[in-house]
């Protein structure tokens, strides 16, 4: 409240500018808009001219169809006809007193002369209304004619009818100009705190004692980051109550509502939701650029580039026929301007408002990362010279695992380049489903599907891994600090938790899935069927020693090991589980959300079994054995029928199956809890000093 550049940008602006904007929209609409039971004056010569003009347009036969007047979106406009005293019809409309002359000259046939004023729109709008009025009086009463002296002659023209097709109504261009206000005026008002608190503590010369002060520099940094959130916010929620204000005394809400005067109260809410989530995405990009700064003009200069370049996107979702596809769905600022206008307009793809909210969510981690990077580093302690490419140089030391900041880099990474590589695949499958034999696709699909798993799950962490100086032994968590002979044993007790566990996740899936569609159940069914024409070596290959392998190193392995530096054993575990179910549920161009609790409910006994061992290995072959046991099952599932396997998928397991199942993972459960009972007090990594936990 103290710095009057913030007040000016969170309050002043809002109270300005919105009426500023509300008036030139609505002079603008006005002027353009032939609306509802709109007058026009028109001047003409003498009152026989004046009855001979409102003879025409007042007929009945001279009004257009009530199809077209909804598409006008106006009812029927009036005339007002009278003759000035002094001047001529052509003085009159010069002086602004008319909107149309009108001039008759007696003939056979008489002629009429409209005569409109280019610089105003409602005297064009008034001619071309007489002009339309005539033309559809011309037809009517030569039809009639026509009828009267032929009454049995063959059409030569389709009598002509209207009929309308309902659909989703869209919004006008107010839709789609509101998110982009919105969203500007959230970046305004996180630029100068986030300055202030950066490059203006280096200028006042405070920043070096507050890294001094016993605080953490990560918790210094939150502290800020939360501040600049909560600025953006308050600019957020300002500017949407002075639009929300403005439209509604202005008249203009059902311009944005398209045709709806009343408020869109759950889309304004679910709009403050994104912009909630956009403030956090661009107050960490905001305190990425500012910490390279020295003084507050440098970090001004810094972020003109940063605020061209949003705009960029910005005014790119603008353009008519651009909708939120999966691809933009993973664009920063283009994904929340155009699901924002897509949730004004009622029409939201939900697969594509997944990817933009994750995303979105991926990148404020990200941009958090780099922040938390640069902040308070010794090079701009020093005062040294700091710039981008420091981030692109590697560390001159290595080390033990991940920092967290790093793993949120690589979450950032492999997001967008899996769903984009996702959607592309089922694309191509789409494409080629019609033609060829099922077996040889589906075969190179699996193929395609365990390569890509391959590139992004193991390629991008085991990258940065590298980039890091991040020891390969301890990051991925490849060794375990157990004697031989009992990791040996909870590696065979990881096995059998997997040929039990299956159980349990079915009956989580039925439980929690409320009954899915037709489509997903047929969907399921024919890729079962494809499936049994795949060798089984090659469906287990691809569905679960590769997902067992790269998933398990990428979950548990990179990104555990990067968590335990920060949180708890028990948080860590419920982390990467939520990742790991979330990843499972945006698969393809379809949204999964049935699979989130099964898989998030496997993530916590992989996560139990990879903190109870402290390696990565038992983990792999629980999740192996897990997916090729079920994957053997479903193929095998009617030579199993003796033993009263399930005849619907959505249905719950015969009881001696899931007292079986239960009994099986009770078993391997026991069996890794022993064998991990007696861990040496310096386990692996950051697990060390955690055995409460055990």
């Known amino acids: 409240m103290r710095d009057r550049r913030t007040i000016l940008t969170l309050v002043m602006m809002p109270l300005l500018l919105y009426p500023l904007l509300s008036m030139t929209l609505q002079r603008f609409l006005l002027a353009a808009k032939v609306g509802d039971e709109s007058v026009y004056r028109i001047a003409v010569t003498s009152e026989a001219d004046a009855q001979l003009i409102r003879s025409l347009i007042d007929n009945p036969l001279s009004q257009p169809p009530e199809a077209i007047l909804a598409a006008n979106d106006a009812s029927l406009a009036r005339f007002e006809i009278f003759s000035h005293d002094t001047l001529t019809p052509e003085q009159t409309l010069e002086q602004g007193l008319v909107d149309l002359a009108a001039a008759v000259t007696p003939g056979d046939p008489a002629t009429l002369e409209l005569l409109a004023k280019t610089s105003e729109p409602s005297s064009l709008a008034a001619r071309r209304i007489v002009a339309e009025r005539l033309q559809w009086l011309k037809l009517a009463v030569a039809e009639r004619r026509l009828a009267e002296s032929f009454p049995n002659r063959p059409d030569r023209f389709p009598q002509l009818t209207f009929r309308s097709l309902e659909g989703a109504q869209r919004g006008s261009m107010l839709a789609t100009l509101v998110p982009l206000v919105l969203v500007l005026m959230t970046i305004t008002g996180a630029v100068y705190p986030a300055i202030d608190l950066t490059a203006g503590e280096?200028?006042?010369?405070?920043?070096?004692?507050?890294?001094?002060?016993?605080?953490?520099?990560?918790?210094?940094?939150?502290?800020?980051?939360?501040?600049?959130?909560?600025?953006?916010?308050?600019?957020?929620?300002?500017?949407?109550?002075?639009?929300?204000i403005t439209l509604q005394a202005g008249g203009l809400m059902s311009l944005l509502t398209g045709g709806d005067a009343a408020v869109p109260w759950r889309a304004l809410a679910q709009i403050l939701g994104l912009l909630v989530l956009f403030s956090g995405f661009f107050s960490a990009v905001l305190l990425c650029l500012t910490s390279f700064a020295k003084s507050f003009k440098e970090a001004q200069a810094y972020l003109i580039p940063l605020?061209?370049?949003?705009?960029?996107?910005?005014?790119?979702?603008?353009?008519?026929?651009?909708?939120?596809?999966?691809?933009?769905?993973?664009?920063?600022?283009?994904?929340?301007?155009?699901?924002?206008?897509?949730?004004?307009?009622?029409?939201v793809n939900p697969v594509a408002a997944a990817a933009a909210v994750l995303s979105t969510i991926a990148y404020a981690a990200a941009a958090l990362g780099i922040a938390a990077r640069l902040f308070g580093s010794d090079a701009i302690l020093r005062g040294s010279e700091v710039s981008a490419s420091s981030l692109f140089r590697r560390p001159q030391r290595s080390s033990d695992v991940p920092t967290p900041g790093t793993a949120a880099l690589v979450l950032a990474m492999i997001f967008p380049v899996y769903f984009w590589i996702s959607n592309s695949l089922a694309q191509a499958s789409q494409a080629s489903r019609a033609d060829g034999d099922a077996g040889p696709d589906i075969g190179r699909a699996l193929l395609a599907s365990a390569a890509s798993l391959t590139v992004v799950f193991g390629g991008i962490p085991l990258l940065a891994a590298w980039f890091a100086r991040d020891r390969m032994t301890t990051t991925f968590r490849l060794t375990s600090p157990l004697p031989p002979s009992r990791f040996a044993l909870a590696v065979f007790g990881a096995g059998v938790m997997g040929l039990g566990l299956w159980g349990l996740a079915h009956e989580s899936f039925v439980l929690t899935s409320g009954g899915l569609d037709a489509q997903k159940i047929e969907s399921a069914r024919t890729l079962l069927e494809k499936l049994s024409g795949v060798p089984l070596g090659l469906v287990l290959l691809t569905l679960a020693v590769a997902p067992g392998v790269i998933e398990e190193l990428c979950f548990r392995g990179y990104l555990f090991s990067a968590f335990?530096?920060?949180?708890?054993?028990?948080?860590?575990?419920?982390?990467?589980?939520?990742?790991?179910?979330?990843?499972?549920?945006?698969?393809?161009?379809?949204?999964l959300i049935e699979r989130f609790v099964p898989t998030t409910l496997m993530g916590l006994f992989l996560g139990w079994v990879a903190y109870r061992s402290g390696s990565v290995w038992p983990g792999m072959l629980l999740h192996a054995v897990h997916n090729g046991f079920l994957n053997t099952l479903a193929r095998y599932r009617d030579k199993l029928a003796f033993l009263g396997t399930v005849d619907d998928d959505l249905a719950h397991l015969p009881l001696p199956w899931l007292l079986a199942t239960t009994a099986v993972a009770l078993v391997g459960i026991a069996i890794v809890h022993g064998a991990t009972r007696a861990r040496p007090a310096a386990a692996s990594g950051a697990d060390a000093g955690s055995e409460e936990f055990a």
């Not at 200028?203 to 600025?231: D, H, M, N």
């Not at 699901?339 to 004004?344: G, M, P, Q």
């Open 202 to 244: 280096r200028e006042r010369g405070t920043i070096e004692a507050l890294i001094a002060s016993p605080i953490p520099r990560g918790q210094v940094l939150f502290a800020k980051y939360t501040a600049v959130v909560s600025v953006a916010l308050l600019t957020a929620i300002v500017n949407l109550i002075a639009m929300l």
């Open 564 to 591: 335990s530096r920060a949180l708890s054993p028990a948080r860590t575990i419920l982390a990467t589980s939520l990742l790991f179910g979330l990843f499972h549920v945006l698969t393809g161009s379809s949204l």
């Open 307 to 347: 605020m061209l370049l949003s705009l960029a996107p910005g005014v790119l979702s603008l353009i008519p026929g651009i909708s939120l596809t999966p691809a933009l769905a993973i664009v920063p600022l283009v994904n929340i301007i155009l699901l924002a206008r897509e949730l004004l307009a009622g029409s």
